[in-house]
């Protein structure tokens, strides 16, 4: 089933165009990535896809409905937004962080319920943090940061997260755990629209990747068939090999260093 169809759209902020004629199409349970030079516009192409800001063009088609047309409270109950991963100033403990997510689910004069508490609990365990649950959120990893966030998404129960940059200030072992979550995300059928600055992540575990260059969709296909050397080169402007190991079922990207 396709979830979100995106036409011809042109976006940018205040007085500045950023980008324009970009059309793609996700399903629900596929995985896509965004790759792109920093500036690019990769921020804001999300912001417009949520609805936070107004497209200059073209259509955002989400669940089979204009995007223009949809109120704030119902784009919120479809989509939800994953941010990096940030420290935050009140010691909200980490079950409180991710019932937050259920805000689209509650009225604006209510108090979370017993169903609400049930899905956060859902959200944690899918996560693998439940653990976590009665830990400050600000005495955490940041990694477990990053998989608390996303159990935040999850509690509201989207039928698409977009994420921005999700494994930015990661460890190694942290990027590799929420890499191996947005697949699993997507093998429960829902679909996931993520930006990374590593190629290598589109082909550990996006099916198709998509690249933004000069406000425009150079690129839009297979991981594997995709993230090639001249792509790359393209958008980051400097040499990278891209090839398969032995043992491993994704090729490897490696930038050339003089």
Same mark, same amino acid.
């Given at each position: ?77 479809? !989509? ?54 009665? +830990?400050?959120? +600000? ?88 993230? +090639? ?27 050339? !260093?003089?």
């Amino acid at each position: 089933m396709m979830l979100l169809h995106v036409r011809d759209l042109a976006f940018g902020y205040g007085g500045r165009s950023v980008g324009s004629g970009v059309s793609f199409d996700l399903a629900a349970g596929e995985v896509l990535c965004l790759i792109g030079p920093n500036g690019g516009g990769k921020t804001t192409l999300f912001k417009t896809l949520l609805g936070l800001l107004p497209a200059r063009g073209g259509r955002v088609v989400l669940g089979g409905t204009d995007l223009s047309r949809l109120s704030r409270s119902a784009i919120a109950r479809m !989509v939800a937004a994953v941010p990096q991963a940030h420290a935050a100033f009140f010691p909200f403990t980490v079950r409180e962080v991710v019932v937050m997510g259920r805000a689209s689910r509650i009225g604006p004069f209510a108090a979370p319920g017993p169903s609400d508490a049930a899905a956060a609990e859902k959200a944690l365990d899918a996560l693998g943090i439940g653990h976590l649950a009665d +830990t400050v959120y +600000t005495e955490i990893s940041g990694g477990e940061r990053q998989l608390a966030l996303i159990a935040r998404a999850l509690s509201g129960e989207p039928r698409l997260l977009i994420m921005d940059e999700p494994t930015a200030s990661l460890d190694f072992g942290n990027q590799a755990r929420v890499l191996g979550q947005i697949r699993r995300l997507a093998q429960a059928g829902i679909a996931v629209l993520f930006s990374t600055h590593d190629p290598g992540h589109a082909l550990l575990c996006a099916d198709r990747l998509v690249a933004l260059h000069g406000g425009r969709l150079v690129a839009d296909g297979p991981s594997a068939a995709t993230v +090639t050397p001249a792509l790359l080169r393209l958008i980051y402007g400097i040499d990278v090999v891209v090839a398969p190991v032995p043992g491993l079922a994704a090729p490897v990207c490696v930038p050339v !260093v003089d």
